[in-house]
């Protein structure tokens, strides 16, 4: 890259220690990887053991955490040029690229194999493409080539719920590609508001973001484009098993915020206060994480009112 300038930015490389090999593996992402699949498993009410549960789970983590360190490896170059990223563990010299690739490939297979055997093949086979969809599709191909790259590799984070709900019950169904489709949809909005204030990191690591590739007012247009999409199909769920009541109206006060921030950034140009834009992109990008995490919330709370029985659909009508 042209600018290396970010790397090493205190006092230079140190040894690693355990800490900075948990960073290899995005411990942040992980934890959100793992809820979803929590709620997918468990929204799936299908009988499961407690051990192949929290096996299930701990396979999950594992392969997100594989995911990330080979995602390290292979955009260890970007890293080291953008601010967000340049103290990571191998642009700032504490991990070698060679143990990144080696700790991803392990844990890869580890996470794959062991999910076969705790669960079942179809939970096992959707991780594996995850990993390899993440790692290849999405890092190594979209990521540089094209401003869509979010869009289409948006998929990755998408498959969780589905990995847990086979966990459960072996297979897919609507249910679980209806929470794929909330986080695929998700996704791109979600991404594109951290573009926006970020800009300039990914101008200089040369990424084709959609703000980089087609400007500001383009990527606005495209936030509020699929809030339009995503809000139907964030609600559609309530009218399914893992919904009811509860969700839908948690669902639509959700997206009424989140088509209203999605409109505010649509309403902003280029010729405001940059100080202005940037808080409004940020604080839209910061909710945009509390609209996804709540969603899957009201799943589980639904979830948790069919297992006691207090749905407000099992309510008595009052006469």
């Known amino acids: 890259m042209t600018d290396a300038s970010w790397v ?16 290899l593996l995005k411990p942040r992402v992980m934890r959100l990887v793992v809820f979803t699949a929590a709620v997918g498993m468990f929204a799936a009410s299908a009988p499961i053991h407690p051990v192949i549960a929290f096996a299930g789970l701990l396979c999950i983590a594992v392969g997100a955490g594989a995911s990330g360190a080979l995602n390290m490896w292979w955009d260890w170059d970007i890293d ?7 103290g990571r563990p191998i642009p700032s010299g504490r991990v070698e690229r060679g143990e990144a690739l080696a700790i991803g490939l392990v844990l890869s297979v580890f996470a794959v194999v062991m999910l076969a055997l705790f669960a079942n093949m179809v939970a096992a086979g959707l991780l594996a493409f995850t990993i390899f969809f993440y790692a290849v599709i999405y890092s190594m191909w979209l990521k540089r080539s094209t401003p869509q790259n979010i869009v289409i590799g948006g998929a990755a984070g998408a498959f969780p719920p589905m990995i847990g709900w ?6 897919v169904s609507v249910e679980s590609v209806l929470m794929f489709a909330l986080i695929f949809l998700w996704t791109p909005p979600h991404f594109w508001a951290l573009a926006l204030f970020r800009n300039d990191d990914y101008t200089r690591a040369g ?4 703000p980089v590739a087609a400007g500001t007012r383009v990527t606005r247009n495209h936030i509020l484009t699929y809030a339009l999409i995503l809000a139907p199909a964030a609600i559609l769920p309530a009218f399914t098993t893992i919904g009811g009541p509860v969700y839908l109206a948690g669902a639509l006060v959700l997206n009424v915020m989140f088509l209203g921030g999605a409109w505010g950034l649509w309403r902003r140009n280029d010729a405001m206060a940059e100080a202005d834009r940037y808080r409004a992109e940020k604080r839209f990008f910061g909710f945009s994480i509390l609209y996804l995490f709540l969603h899957f919330v009201l799943i589980l709370i639904e979830t948790g009112l069919r297992a006691v029985d207090l ?4 309510w008595p009508m009052l006469s």
């Open 8 to 23: 090493g930015a205190d006092s230079g490389p140190r040894e690693a220690g355990f800490g900075d090999y948990l960073e």
């Open 80 to 86: 080291a040029v953008m601010r967000r990223t340049a």
């Open 166 to 171: 086979a966990v459960a019950t072996g297979g």
């Open 207 to 210: 990424v084709p973001m959609l």
């Open 311 to 314: 749905s407000p659909a099992h």
